[in-house]
């Protein structure tokens, strides 16, 4: 049997640039900061999706970067996850190649099944191919943008199953496209105009760690930056619900001052009061879930990136703040 063009199969699909999976515009980086560029090559967040009929395996032709000798990612786990709906079922591991196959074990089931990828090796997928019987691409889920820092990018989750936005997106039955950028989501509003022109049912933001430290702001500076963000994305999202979720706790920032003398409590301040705001201007589908006490210190692996338990934390609090309000889209089966 030929091999499965792998393109109807894939989810979390940001923009494409030939064959690869990118999160950024391929046709507009030069106006992005070098860090996000360079993180948006990495298909964080992308993922298989497909129904059996009668298959027991599927292999899985792709390339991947090899690191070299010494490169801490050569100490990463390469390997290809599979999940049936919330169930984990398993992973395969191999070793990164320029080019190769995998074959993933399949249960007695029709699915639908997911893989997640060795991401942290930007693997390419070329193509898939069915063994004892035939599959077929998954029904498409709403779709939910996800932007936000290195906690949104999945930093200290022990899989990329086990993100905060991937927890939250199986929870509510959402194709999760992870726009987080590790080191940077300052507020760029580049970003902003970049989502608001991409097809989505639900909208997601959560920085404002990294403008404590990375790209120190004041105050009123992150709140007129929130605002402004706010507004290049409703240029394109009019409607759209969208989440904006406030920093989580990070203990050494919450009360010391930055280069420009804010705290991270005070910036968080201002962008949730940037948020009331703009609800207060008329925009009724925005809602604002505050971080700070979604995480206790001891969910923080490093004083900043929580572990597998904050992960959960953090995804049942979105999950939690989306079901009631209506915002996030149902997924239906398609009948037959």
Known sequence: MSWLDPTPFLRGV?????????RADPADLTRLPWDIA??????????????????????????????????PLSELA???SLWEEDRHLGETFTEPARERSVRIELPASPGPFTVHLPESHAPVILGLRP?????????PRPRWIV?????????????????????????????????????????????ATQIAALPADL??????????????YSAPLLYETVRAFLALVRDGQPATPLLLLSPVLRPAAEHTRNALGATLAELRTAMEEAVRDSVAAGDDRLLLLPGR?????????DGLHPDDSGHVLMAEAVTAALRPTGFAPSFVVPAG
Do not use: M
């Open 14 to 22: 940001g923009w494409r640039d030939g064959d690869r999976v990118t």
């Open 38 to 71: 360079e993180r948006a090559a990495l298909p964080i967040g992308v993922r298989l999706e497909f129904v059996s009929d009668g298959a027991y395996a599927l292999q899985i032709r792709y390339r991947a970067g090899v690191p070299e000798p010494g490169d």
């Open 78 to 80: 390469h390997g290809f």
């Open 131 to 139: 063994v004892g019987g035939s599959v077929t691409p998954a029904p």
């Open 147 to 191: 932007h936000g820092d290195s906690i949104t990018e999945g930093w200290w989750s022990t899989r990329p199953a086990h993100s905060w936005p991937a927890v939250a997106g199986r929870a509510l039955g959402l194709d999760t496209v992870n726009l987080g950028y590790a080191g940077a989501a300052r507020g760029e509003l580049v970003t």
């Open 203 to 216: 909208l997601t933001l959560a920085f404002g760690t990294n403008c404590w430290s990375g790209a120190p």
């Open 293 to 301: 006490d979604l995480l206790r210190a001891e969910h923080l692996v």
